[in-house]
């Protein structure tokens, strides 16, 4: 074993970060285009993107229906949403970097506006496309908008867990700072942050079903001095609803890809691609890896390749993985997680980096 970890490194100390990184993206070229030659339904590209879209969204109909009529638990419609709103997220990824319907605009207007609806607790589809494109121009970078909107390079403490959970605790703690630092990229945007009432109106109610279950269980811990009768009853038995059917499956999905996110990316001192991301597999992030689609395990592929559709990305994953390793590429690094995400390991006193 120790052999072959030596192997390993004497390849990696061969190449130089520029070399690896070509070596790699033809890697997971080829892999991808073996993929494509042995499965010729993949040549279907635009058919697979709005089929997993519409099969997703009415999947989701599905399970909130069958919750409602009490054919299933309340927990297998909460996991079951928020797995298939994953597959949604993966969607509206792919649908920025147009992998899919190039040609037709107003198909991908159509599509974004599906990904988002069913997942109205993140920012619009189109300001994230503009915000996403910048990422990864400047991943790693003070003026990485997305990232940092979501805690990377905020040292670990109650400020970063919040900022990765709560949406409004992120534009609070890490507003101000982005608006300084970022200021001539946050100009150049042209899509509106705020389109239409959606975002509003699911933060109205996620917020109302959190506060009035706190007070609820206050209630109760009290021995139910306050009775609920009439509208009071019928609204509350609304907000569980729509938590165990939206709600909490959207938050469940947003807050597991965003811990894994911003701390698969690196920050602060990043200088290539190369040094961009690593890979997060441990059989301990399973549980989140289930509400994101496995991210932190094959984002680091994308990084490499953009123009890949998620699910060829996970397909290729167990044969492109291994050539990350082999060139260097860091696989678990949770001590980075203690130094605010920096890809340096050495300690740096006196060199302050902006979270």
Known sequence: MNSLALERKNISDRFTEKEKTKRIIKWIRYSDSKLRKRFSFLRYQNAIGFGITMGSAFGMILLGSL??????????????????????????????????????????????????????????????????????????????????????????????????????????????????????????????????????????????????????????????????????????????????????????????????????????????????TQVLDSWWILPLHLFCFNFGATHGIHHFVVTQPFYLRQAVAPKVKPLLKKYGIRFNDFESMTRANRYQKEEMDGIAIPA
């Open 67 to 276: 919750y409602v009529m009490d054919i299933i638990p309340f927990w297998a419609c909460i996991i079951g949403n928020g797995i298939l709103a994953s597959f949604l997220h993966e969607m509206e990824h792919d649908l920025i970097h147009s992998i899919y319907f190039k040609e037709s605009p107003k198909m991908q207007n159509f599509l974004f506006w599906m990904v988002w609806l069913f997942r109205a607790n993140t920012v619009n589809p189109w300001f994230r496309k503009e915000i996403h494109l910048l990422h990864h121009k400047l991943s790693g970078n003070i003026e990485d908008i997305e990232e940092r909107f979501i805690s990377n390079g905020m040292p670990w403490g109650i400020r970063r867990i919040l900022v990765m959970i709560d949406p409004i605790m992120a534009v609070v703690l890490q507003g101000p700072k982005i608006r300084r630092d970022a200021i001539r990229y946050l100009k150049k945007i042209k899509a509106k942050p705020i389109k239409g009432p959606y975002r509003l109106v699911y933060l109205l109610l996620w917020y109302s079903f959190l506060i009035w279950g706190m007070v609820s269980l206050i209630n109760w811990a009290l021995g139910s001095l306050i009775q609920e009768t009439g509208t009071a009853a019928n609204i509350h038995n609304f907000l569980n609803t729509a938590a165990v059917v939206y709600l909490i499956p959207c938050w469940l999905r947003q807050s597991a890809i965003q811990i894994v996110s911003s701390n698969m990316h690196y920050y602060g001192d990043v200088k290539s691609l190369y040094q961009q």
